[in-house]
């Protein structure tokens, strides 16, 4: 069955995921009645008339719905703007070659005729990565869609080597019926693909297990106007500075990726994953750490703070009240305190993840948790990859939905997760509205974890005015990470939104290092300049 993809919304026509109204009466409570937000018909969105394009040597279509389906992210200013039929920019063509030599071709006529180029994957951007650039240069969205499926797989070495338009679910089903498994399972995994991974670096959500897209990544060919990288599949490899770690997280400024060679491992039964409460976030980072310097071979650790606990867990057993009621009493005899925080924790459910899981519950139980059984991880995995839905959902009843994300030394987290939360906070306090800031811990390391923040915020009929907001917010969100110590981005990206703050993370040498990378394999700079490198604050695009 051919599915088609929502304009404008996450995912596919006829799916949704609404919220219940024990959250739709926890938000009202916090901020205040919200006024719905209606979402634009597709058809109705004027787009500018396409500019003249050179002959680009692959197939190239001008239709509107192409135009407009390629035109923005999945952000959440560029759901607004589409929302309310506010689109400025759109590519003037969606070119999608079918080989790395109609790749090269499209290149070099776009660098001889100072065409803008956007690579395209899945389109899962939040940070500005695949937004048309605008202004007076024409541009192309670069659609990787035929550049798709396996090619080859060692399966000696488990190396596995795929077109980088490959989407998520295709990957992995070609894997299985060898056998094998990926692991890689972003959030957006429906609907993101390999080329988009290695161009974001981006994280899974087993990636204590499986590792982030960065070790996944064994070889690489990257095309570019003015160059080829054909980067060899080995084990590991001391031939000068890592050349493949500067095509990890190019986000299409260096050139294309057009395929890559991953490294895949034998499969294992799916994810298991078991909920403890602990009585405090501090608690649930000191556990965390403990796992993590133990070793136990853990593929998911997740730790909700307590206001994220509050909508995951309590609200649910709310709504069933006598359940709750009795859940209530039995927990507070266990000394679980009114707002404790819950950790999930996964495995393959075989007998060496179950083991696993052994290790870790007694961690958790030192450090003051109480088992709270397979329910919790068994909604959580059956709604993984449905939670998107929501923020649409919550959009049409004007409550806008946005998340950050960083990562820092165990030391800096607690206090990183006090001044994010407060600058969301006061910002929000400044227009006059009060807010829902939500954290977790995504994703762990020995030295430190990744924090994710989840905040909610009414959001002003007025597009512009939708947007302004978002964009203080996420300035002062910005501003608080990187102030604190953490990084602009853990998985996210740099792309355009996040551009301005690269500099205060690796310096302004950092920065030419890239400009020089670029200006090697992209001379001409067609290639998604607004992304990484352009320090401009363009949020309110
Ligand atoms: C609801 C939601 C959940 C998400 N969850 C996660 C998560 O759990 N983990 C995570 O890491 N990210 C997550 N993301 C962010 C996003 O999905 C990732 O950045 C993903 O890696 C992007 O893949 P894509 O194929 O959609 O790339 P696109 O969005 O199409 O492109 C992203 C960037 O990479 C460039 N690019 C794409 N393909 C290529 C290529 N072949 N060669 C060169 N450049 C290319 C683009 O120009 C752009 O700059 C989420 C996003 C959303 C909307």
Redesign the pocket.
């Known amino acids: 069955m051919v599915r088609t993809r929502r304009l404008g919304a ?1 995912g596919f026509e006829g799916e949704s995921y609404e919220p219940s109204p024990a959250l739709l009466d926890w938000l009202a409570g916090r901020l205040g009645p919200a006024a719905p937000l209606p979402r634009a018909a597709p058809g109705s969105i004027t787009l500018p008339a396409p500019g003249r394009l050179p002959p680009l040597g692959a197939p190239a279509s001008a239709e509107a719905h192409d135009r407009l389906a390629h035109a923005r ?2 952000g959440l200013p560029d759901l607004l703007r589409l929302r309310a039929e506010r689109i400025a920019a759109a590519p003037d063509a969606v070119v999608r070659p079918a080989d790395d030599r109609e790749t090269a071709a499209v290149l070099a006529a776009c660098a001889a005729a100072g065409v803008t180029v ?9 940070t500005g ?2 937004n048309a650039p605008g202004g007076d240069r024409p541009a192309i969205a670069l659609d ?1 869609e035929r550049l798709a499926g396996l090619g080859a797989l060692d399966e000696r070495s488990g190396l596995a080597t795929f077109g ?2 490959t989407f998520g679910p295709a990957l992995e089903a070609a894997l299985a019926e060898r056998g094998f498994t990926l692991g890689h399972f ?3 995994f429906q ?3 390999l ?6 670096r ?4 087993e990636s204590l297990g499986y590792g982030s897209v960065a070790e996944m990544v064994a070889g690489v060919t990257l095309v570019a106007p003015g160059g080829r990288l054909d980067l060899p599949a080995l084990p590991a490899s001391a031939a000068g500075p890592d050349l493949r770690a500067v095509v990890l997280g ?3 400024r260096l ?4 395929r890559a060679t991953v490294r895949v491992r034998g499969r294992r039964p799916p994810l298991r994953a078991t909920g403890t409460l602990v009585p405090s976030w501090e608690a649930g980072l000191d556990a965390a750490r403990a796992i993590l310097r133990a070793g136990v071979p853990l593929t998911l650790l997740r730790i909700s703070d307590e206001a994220e606990t509050e909508v995951g867990v309590t609200l649910t057993l709310k709504a069933h009240r006598i359940a709750g009621a009795a859940a209530r009493a039995w927990l507070s005899i266990r000394g679980v305190p009114e707002h404790p925080c819950i950790v999930l924790a996964g495995a393959p459910a075989d007998r060496a993840g179950a083991r696993a899981l052994d290790e870790a519950g007694a961690a958790l139980r030192e450090h003051g948790g109480v088992g709270a059984g397979d329910r919790p991880g068994r909604r959580w995995l059956a709604d993984r990859f449905r939670h ?1 839905y929501l923020r649409d959902a919550l959009l049409d009843r004007g409550i806008a939905v946005e998340t950050v994300e960083t990562a820092a030394p165990w030391s800096r987290l607690q206090a990183l997760t006090r001044e994010v939360r407060a600058a969301i906070e006061g910002a929000l306090g400044a227009e006059g509205e009060r807010g829902a800031v939500l954290c977790h811990l995504s994703h762990a390391y020995r030295d430190g974890a990744s924090l994710y923040f989840t905040f909610f915020f009414r959001c002003p009929a007025d597009p512009d005015r939708a947007v302004s907001r978002w964009a203080a917010l996420k300035r002062a969100a910005t501003e608080a990470i990187v102030r604190g110590g953490g990084t602009v981005s853990h ?3 740099v ?1 355009a939104f996040h551009a301005p703050w690269l500099a205060r993370e690796i310096g302004a040498d950092g920065v030419r290092v890239i400009a020089a990378a670029a200006a090697a394999l992209d001379p001409a700079g067609v290639m ?1 300049p607004r ?1 990484l490198l352009d320090p401009v604050d363009r949020l309110e695009r």
Do not use: F, K, R
């Not at 981006?202 to 959500?205: I, N």
């Not at 050139?255 to 057009?258: H, K, R």
């Open positions: 996450w992210g999945q956007v690579p395209w994957g899945g389109g899962t951007s939040v990565g695949v990787l980088a338009g972003p959030q957006s609907l993101s693909t080329g988009g991974w290695i161009a974001t981006s994280s899974g959500q190019s986000e299409g050139g294309v990726v057009t998107p998985h996210h990206g792309g998604n992304v």
